[in-house]
């Protein structure tokens, strides 16, 4: 007798990057000399997890009460309105964003697509995505469809992404498109300024022909702050014409993964619909997970609400920020004389290099103790999580496997 219903039969029981994780920690513990460039940590050249010391001294100081309470179900009031100005302060749209807490990132984007796309319709993205994307729109009842990424000159392929979008307003009657950029996960790409204006300017034209969704994935955007404010900038622009969405997230950007606080925020400008909208996010959240980390949205709340502590976290995420932007030029150096093949890659978590065979290719590199994600036609390599002699290891392993 089977319980289970058909479509959750035959799942895999674990995350295939966690997976990757655990076999390289477990080698390691054992005395390989291994290189996990799997998992998306930033980690200081000594290996140590790279922290905040105001992040975590704020989180310590929290009193009990804040801790132990349950939250409001949309989160807490100081937090939403914190995320809100920090984000949209300088654009002159905050008062027309309503916000609600997520646990991280991923939950923003399971709540965008179940508010915005219809059970079995499917999500737009491009052909390189971060892979749980997918399972987030398979839980939901949605599926994911992509477009071509890059064009011949390896730049974003607007014209395939115009064209999708519009089969699915024809075939759906509605578009959500999720882009993650500033610093694509898992190529580390970033959508420059002309980039941003066609495809805004193609979001627009279809706009008058139904209800399109563009959710914009910024959990690392924080890593390119002026790309960042650009993008926020242009979208912002779409807003009354398409609905704008942004998955904020605190993991990166205060490297607080494991609180899991994250937000969805909606710039709209009705003032009825903008309610309509807030009342349909906050019983999603009572329905999908009731409410969040009432510690992570305490901290969150007061690093970016009080001036001195701000301007603390500022200084201190810089350094990280500094730390890893080493590794992308140590990255780009070594690879461009090695004739790897990979995106335009100036800043975040990971990089991609291309490959005829992700699958047969991770595992030569892994019998080298190199462990990288698969993906498809890639291999993704968390430059974040490796030192600067690590690297040069892996482009070695990737010129060896890869190119020959």
Same mark, same amino acid.
């Given at each position: 007798? @089977?319980?289970?219903?058909?479509?959750?039969?035959?799942?895999?029981?674990?995350?295939?990057?966690?997976?990757?994780?655990? @076999?390289?920690?477990?080698?390691?513990?054992?005395?390989?000399?291994?290189?996990?460039?799997?998992?998306?940590?930033?980690?200081?050249?000594?290996?140590? &997890?790279?922290?905040?010391?105001?992040?975590?001294?704020?989180?310590?100081?929290?009193?009990?009460?804040?801790?132990?309470?349950?939250?409001?179900?949309?989160?807490?009031?100081?937090?939403?309105?914190?995320?809100?100005?920090?984000?949209? $302060?300088?654009?002159?749209?905050?008062?027309?964003?309503?916000?609600?807490?997520?646990? #991280?990132?991923? =939950?923003?984007?399971?709540?965008?697509?179940?508010?915005? &796309?219809?059970?079995?319709?499917?999500?737009?993205?491009?052909?390189?995505?971060?892979?749980?994307?997918?399972?987030?729109?398979?839980? /939901?009842?949605?599926? &994911?469809?992509?477009?071509?990424?890059?064009?011949?000159? #390896?730049?974003?392929?607007?014209?395939?992404?115009?064209?999708?979008? =519009?089969?699915?307003?024809?075939?759906?009657?509605?578009?959500?498109? +999720? &882009?993650?950029?500033?610093?694509?996960?898992?190529?580390?790409?970033?959508?420059?300024?002309?980039?941003?204006?066609? +495809?805004?300017?193609?979001?627009?034209?279809?706009?008058? !022909? =139904?209800?399109?969704?563009?959710?914009?994935?910024?959990?690392? $955007?924080?890593?390119?702050?002026? %790309?960042?404010?650009?993008?926020?900038?242009?979208?912002?622009?779409?807003?009354?014409?398409?609905?704008?969405?942004?998955?904020?997230?605190?993991?990166?950007?205060? *490297?607080?993964?494991?609180? !899991?606080?994250?937000?969805?925020?909606?710039?709209?400008?009705? /003032?009825?619909?903008?309610?309509?909208?807030?009342?349909?996010?906050?019983?999603?959240?009572?329905?999908?997970?009731?409410?969040?980390?009432?510690?992570g949205m305490a901290a969150v709340a007061r690093?970016?609400?009080?001036?001195?502590?701000?301007?603390?976290?500022?200084?201190?995420?810089?350094?990280?920020?500094?730390?890893?932007?080493?590794?992308?030029?140590?990255?780009?150096?070594?690879?461009?004389? *090695?004739?790897?093949?990979y995106p335009r890659y100036d800043g975040g978590?990971? %990089?991609?290099?291309? /490959?005829?065979?992700?699958?047969?290719?991770?595992?030569?590199?892994?019998?080298?103790?190199?462990?990288?994600?698969?993906?498809?036609?890639?291999?993704?390599?968390?430059?974040?999580?490796?030192?600067?002699?690590?690297?040069?290891?892996?482009?070695?392993?990737?010129?060896?496997?890869? %190119?020959?």
């Amino acid at each position: 007798m @089977e319980f289970l219903i058909t479509s959750r039969r035959g799942r895999p029981g674990d995350d295939p990057i966690f997976s990757l994780n655990d @076999e390289a920690m477990k080698r390691a513990a054992a005395g390989e000399d291994i290189v996990n460039a799997t998992i998306g940590l930033l980690l200081e050249d000594s290996g140590r &997890l790279a922290v905040m010391p105001t992040v975590a001294q704020v989180l310590a100081s929290l009193p009990f009460e804040a801790v132990a309470a349950y939250a409001p179900i949309p989160g807490l009031t100081e937090f939403r309105r914190a995320v809100v100005d920090d984000l949209l $302060g300088a654009f002159g749209v905050a008062e027309l964003a309503t916000c609600v807490a997520t646990p #991280g990132g991923t =939950g923003a984007l399971r709540m965008a697509i179940d508010d915005f &796309l219809e059970p079995n319709q499917a999500l737009l993205t491009s052909s390189f995505f971060w892979g749980p994307y997918r399972t987030i729109a398979e839980e /939901s009842g949605r599926k &994911l469809e992509t477009f071509e990424m890059f064009d011949a000159d #390896g730049r974003f392929h607007v014209a395939d992404a115009d064209r999708k979008l =519009g089969e699915h307003l024809e075939t759906q009657g509605r578009a959500l498109l +999720l &882009l993650n950029t500033p610093c694509h996960n898992p190529t580390g790409y970033s959508l420059d300024e002309s980039e941003l204006d066609a +495809l805004f300017t193609v979001i627009e034209r279809h706009a008058a !022909r =139904g209800p399109i969704t563009i959710v914009l994935d910024i959990a690392y $955007g924080y890593f390119r702050p002026e %790309t960042l404010a650009r993008t926020v900038d242009i979208a912002c622009k779409l807003a009354g014409k398409a609905l704008v969405l942004f998955a904020w997230s605190a993991s990166k950007a205060f *490297a607080l993964y494991g609180q !899991r606080v994250g937000a969805l925020i909606a710039v709209v400008p009705d /003032s009825a619909q903008r309610e309509r909208i807030t009342n349909a996010i906050t019983y999603s959240c009572r329905g999908l997970w009731s409410n969040c980390n009432a510690a992570g949205m305490a901290a969150v709340a007061r690093l970016l609400s009080e001036p001195e502590l701000a301007k603390l976290v500022r200084a201190e995420r810089a350094g990280t920020v500094a730390l890893l932007a080493r590794r992308v030029v140590h990255w780009n150096t070594l690879a461009t004389a *090695a004739k790897l093949r990979y995106p335009r890659y100036d800043g975040g978590f990971f %990089t991609t290099v291309f /490959s005829a065979d992700p699958l047969a290719h991770s595992k030569q590199l892994r019998a080298r103790g190199l462990f990288l994600v698969p993906t498809a036609g890639a291999l993704r390599v968390a430059v974040c999580a490796v030192n600067e002699a690590q690297i040069g290891r892996i482009v070695e392993g990737l010129a060896d496997v890869v %190119t020959s």
